[in-house]
C-alpha cells in the first residue's frame, strides 16, 4: 500500500504538470477554454512558493471569540485582498469570513437577528435545534442553515457535547433582495448532483442563488472516493474558491506543493494569474487539486463567490 500510494501522488503530479488550461463547473458539464490573457515569461518573476501559507489555514491557530450570545468561534479565512494582504488568512475579497464554532453542551442563541449581513451554519457534530418564526428544526451532522438578514432565530445544543459547525458569513449587496425566513436543509438526503466534475468530485448540493444566497455561487460538500484526484485547475484574478476539509485526510496539491490537509483546515485557491499554459509552465498560476491517497472517502465544504446584481429570492 505504501508504494501504491507514492506512485499515486508522483502521478498525480505529471498530470498536472501536463494539464491544459481549462475551468470547468462542479458537477459536470463541458470544459471550456480559459479567458484572458496573461501571457507568462521564463525570465518573469515567481511568486513565493511559501506566500500559499497565506491561503491554507487552520481553525486551530485561531484565537477564541465570543458571538451570537452563546458561540466560540474560531476564523479559517477573514477578510482581506489576496494579492496586497500582509496578514496571515485575511484573503477572502468577496466574503466577511469563514470559521469553526461550537455552542457548549446544553446552552443555546437567545434569540437574534442579523443586520447587514448573512449566515450558512453547517452542522458537522453534535445534536441541536433552531427555531425561527415559532418553527423549531433539528440539527445533527450535515444539516445545513441559512439566516438572512433581519429574520429572528435561536439555536440550542440538546446533547451533552459540543453543537460543531462551520460558519460562512456573506456579505449582503445594497440592492440585495433577502429572504423572509430561515431555510433548513439536510445534506444527507440530498440527491448527488453530479460525480465527474474535474474527474471526481461527488457533489451535493446545500443552498444555491435560488434559495437566497446573496454573493456566493453556491455552497455544496465534494466528497473524493479512496486513491482518486480532482482534476488540477486554477483560478483566474477575482475569482474566490474556498476548500475546507470536514472529513478525513487528504493531500491539498497546490501550485507545486503537496500539503496534508485534516478536518478544520481551509484554503483559497490562489488566483495569482490567468491560468495560460505559458503561466502555468513558467510557475506564475498555480493549479490546485486534492488527492485521497487513503481507503475511506473524504469530504469538503466548498463555496464559490460571484459578483453579481442582487436579485429576488425564493420564499
Avoid at 445533527?140 to 433581519?150: I, N, R, S
Avoid at 440585495?176 to 474527474?199: A, C, I, S, Y
Avoid at 488527492?291 to 436579485?311: D, S
Wanted: proline share 7%.
Amino acid at each position: 500500500m505504501r508504494f501504491s500510494k507514492v506512485f499515486f501522488v508522483g502521478v498525480a503530479a505529471a498530470l498536472a504538470l501536463s494539464a491544459q488550461p481549462f475551468a470547468q463547473a462542479q458537477g459536470g458539464g463541458q470544459a471550456r477554454p480559459a479567458q484572458g490573457g496573461g501571457q507568462g515569461r521564463a525570465d518573469a518573476p515567481r511568486p513565493d512558493p511559501h506566500r500559499l501559507d497565506m491561503f491554507m489555514c487552520d481553525w486551530r491557530e485561531s484565537m477564541p471569540r465570543h458571538s451570537h450570545g452563546g458561540l466560540i468561534e474560531r476564523d479559517i479565512l477573514t477578510k482581506g485582498d489576496p494579492q496586497t494582504s500582509t496578514r496571515r488568512c485575511a484573503v477572502l475579497a468577496h466574503t466577511n469570513n469563514v470559521s469553526f464554532a461550537t455552542l457548549a453542551a446544553r446552552s443555546g442563541i437567545p434569540p437574534m437577528k442579523l443586520e447587514g449581513q448573512q449566515e450558512i451554519f453547517y452542522v458537522v457534530a453534535g445534536t441541536g435545534t433552531v427555531t425561527s418564526a415559532g418553527v423549531t428544526s433539528k440539527l445533527y451532522d450535515g444539516m445545513g442553515v441559512l439566516v438572512p438578514p433581519g429574520v429572528e432565530f435561536s439555536m440550542k445544543n440538546t446533547g451533552d457535547q459540543d453543537l460543531q459547525m462551520y460558519i460562512i458569513n456573506e456579505q449582503v449587496p445594497a440592492d440585495f433582495k433577502p429572504g423572509t425566513k430561515v431555510l433548513v436543509r439536510d445534506e444527507n438526503v440530498q440527491p448527488v448532483r453530479g460525480t465527474t466534475g474535474h474527474w471526481v468530485h461527488i457533489v451535493k448540493n446545500i443552498f444555491t442563488p435560488a434559495d437566497g444566497l446573496a454573493t456566493l455561487r453556491q455552497t455544496i460538500t465534494v466528497a473524493l472516493d479512496p486513491m482518486t484526484i480532482g482534476e488540477p485547475h486554477a483560478h483566474t484574478v477575482g475569482s474566490e474558491e474556498v476548500w475546507i476539509q470536514i472529513k478525513g485526510k487528504s493531500l491539498a496539491f497546490i501550485g507545486t506543493q503537496l500539503r496534508w490537509q485534516t478536518p478544520g483546515v481551509g484554503y483559497l485557491a490562489p488566483p495569482f494569474a490567468e491560468y495560460t499554459q505559458d503561466n502555468v509552465r513558467n510557475g506564475l498560476s498555480f493549479p490546485h487539486s486534492n488527492i485521497n491517497a487513503g481507503t475511506e472517502q473524504v469530504k469538503f465544504l466548498y463555496f464559490q463567490t460571484a459578483r453579481r446584481p442582487g436579485q429576488a429570492t425564493a420564499q
